[in-house]
Structures are given as structure tokens and as C-alpha cells.
């Protein structure tokens, strides 16, 4: 079968997030990551940044920081917490994002959300740590902290999301259908990879 | 770099046995498997079903279903269990084997024992559970107990031993360069995709 919808789950620092933005133009189909921020902003009423920041980090924060972080009206969550209430209105979107046809998504969960599909294909990326920390630091800069422990603080923090919300572990590999250490096997590579899977039935006709 | 060993760790049912034999023909180079078994049984002077049933299964036994089971001097062990002494000889012989030459290995936690080259590629075959029951009752039968059954028994005791003998998680994907779901990827496809991974060097001068 054709997998129309490619998932991508990584490790902070793999190159995840270019290797999907690739993925989409290789396919020639949308990639959903700021995109999809928008599109919860606007049924949700928060702020981009707010989503960005915490669409993938809520479940370790306390309530109070949730509280003061919604702007509009209590009652327009349902009684739900501000985390609750993001991951009910991200989970839509996604949901709905895959039904409109062919797209790549980037992290949020969407392997767990769209498990049921039988057209996606589920994708994880990790790397060895020098990898990573080389990648950041090239990428976004020095930092106060170390490497090594801002790796370690997102994909933490990206791991206890996970499991709040989808009572599965983070990188266990039986949730994804492909994993690729992104160092060893090379970025390009797995682009080339994971297009050819998402098309394969394209190939074999 | 080019890849000349690779590593095949596998769901029980799962196909990564073919798919370990089929990438070796592919690529040219030895299996190993039953000949690992030989040359363990040589070393040791345990008998070649033992090491079979218990080279990847030893670590959940009692101490007495050893004692019994090596028919030799006890002193040979040099004061180990036969389970350390199992381990030990095994792992020689996966160190003296990828030091001969390319080759493919199937199981015996040869991704831990040889993680240290650079040389290697890691893998770890999976599958749906469906897939892999279908799969063993065809192969292998049916038997008293039901094929979820005999999946959860042997993997349970694959994973346990992986643990005890390297610290790690079975099946975390972090420990291997590629994981592969064989049911949704299919076997040929997972072959192609190893083998060309394998010698990507060759392709690319």
C-alpha cells in the first residue's frame, strides 16, 4: 500500500526536521509544522510562540504556569487544563491535516494520533550524541548551558510528553515503522529512504 | 564508510532470520548462525542444541538448570555459570568472526558485542503481531500454546537476556542504525534496503 502521510519523530538535533521538510519537496506534498501551529493558534485562540514553545513540552509543567498562559475566557477550555486543552485542539488539527490527503507532519505526537491510518508511514530519527551537539551548535548557536544538556532537557521533556499523553515510550522502536540514526546512515540518505517507502507503490505499480 | 559487518537483532517471527540469510547472499558474504553455534560448541565442548536453546535465553534460568547442563570438568569454566561461560565463549567468537572479514550475524547481541567498530551497521527487525503469529504458524506449526503466546515467551526471555549481559533495553531503537517494521515495509524490501545500506561506499566512490 501507498503511505500518502509521512510522520516524523526525532531526537533534538538529528536533522528530523530538515530530513521532513525534503521528504515534503521530494513527494512534492505539504509540510505541516509551522503551518499546523497557525491552524491551532486559530482555533484555539493562543499564541504561536505559546504552541510552538509547548505543543510538544506541556505535560511536565505544573498547572499554574498553564493557567496565566490562556488569555481568553476559563470556560472556553471546557474545564479542561491549558496542556489538556492545546493537545485536544492539536490532536484535531492533525487529524484533519490528514484527511485533506498527502502531507509529511513533524513531531506533536501525529504517529500516536494517526495510528489507526493504514496509509502513514511512522518514522523516527535519533543520532549519536556528538552528532547532535555539533549540529546544535552549528545550527543555533553557544549557548549557557552545555550541549549536552540542552539535548538532554528536549528530548527529555519530549519523552515525558509523549508518555503523558500516549502512555507509549519515546524511541521504543515497535511504534514507528523505520528508524534511522541520522549520523551514521547520513542526512541525505535517509531523505532518499523514507521517499522511496512513502512512494513505493508509485514504483511497483 | 562502507558497512562490512551487519548486525541483525529480531522479533521473534518476524522474518530476520531470512532477512539476515538473504542480505549475506546479496552482499556476497558469510551467514552466520549455525556456524557461530559450531564454533561456540567447539570452544566450549557444550552441546551445539544447548547452545542453540540457550544462546540467547540463558540469563532467566536458575543456576542448577547449568550445572547440570555442561557435561565437562567444572573447573574449565574457570568458577563461572554456564551462563557466563556461554557468554564469554560466544562473544570470542563474534570478536574473532568480524575480525575475518564482511559478513552478516543474526542475534546473540552481537550489536553490543561489536559496538565498538566503525565498520558495522545495526539493525533490528520488527513486526505487528498479526503478522509475526501468521508467520510461526506457518513456518513452525502449530503448537498447545497460542502463537501470542509463544511470541511473548520468546521474546520476554530475548529481551531479559539482552539486559542482563548488556545493560540495555531490547529494542531501543537508539541502540541499532536502522529499525525496520518487516510487516509494513515487507521482507524484499528490507532486504534491498539493508544490503544497499550495507555497501552504500561501493555506490557512492
Not at 499546523?36 to 498547572?63: H, K, M, N, P, S
Not at 499554574?64 to 474545564?79: E, K, L, N, T, V
Not at 492545546?86 to 500516536?112: F, H, M, N, S
Amino acid at each position: 500500500m501507498e503511505k500518502k502521510i509521512v510522520t516524523i519523530s526525532r531526537q533534538f538535533g538529528s536533522g528530523g526536521r530538515s530530513i521532513g521538510k525534503a521528504v515534503a519537496e521530494k513527494l512534492g506534498v505539504p509540510y505541516y509544522d509551522k503551518e499546523l501551529i497557525c491552524q491551532v493558534a486559530e482555533r484555539t485562540g493562543l499564541d504561536t510562540r505559546y504552541i510552538e514553545e509547548q505543543g510538544e513540552y506541556a505535560a511536565g509543567r505544573t498547572f499554574f504556569s498553564y493557567a496565566f498562559a490562556y488569555p481568553g475566557p476559563q470556560d472556553a477550555m471546557g474545564g479542561m487544563s491549558v496542556s489538556d486543552f492545546l493537545w485536544t485542539a492539536q490532536r484535531q488539527v492533525i487529524l484533519d491535516l490528514a484527511e485533506k490527503g498527502p502531507c509529511v507532519i513533524v513531531g506533536r505526537c501525529a504517529d500516536y494520533i494517526l495510528r489507526e491510518r493504514k496509509d502513514c508511514l511512522h518514522v523516527f530519527v535519533h543520532a549519536d550524541t556528538d552528532f547532535r551537539c555539533e549540529r546544535i551548535v552549528r545550527l543555533y548557536g553557544e549557548s549557557e548551558r552545555s550541549p549536552e544538556e540542552r539535548l538532554r532537557d528536549k528530548d527529555g521533556r519530549r519523552a515525558v510528553n509523549y508518555k503523558h499523553f500516549t502512555g507509549r515510550e519515546w524511541g521504543e522502536c515497535t511504534n514507528y515503522h523505520l528508524t534511522l540514526n541520522s549520523g551514521v546512515i547520513g542526512v541525505d540518505r535517509c531523505v532518499d529512504l523514507i521517499a522511496s517507502l512513502a512512494e513505493k507503490e508509485k514504483e511497483q505499480p
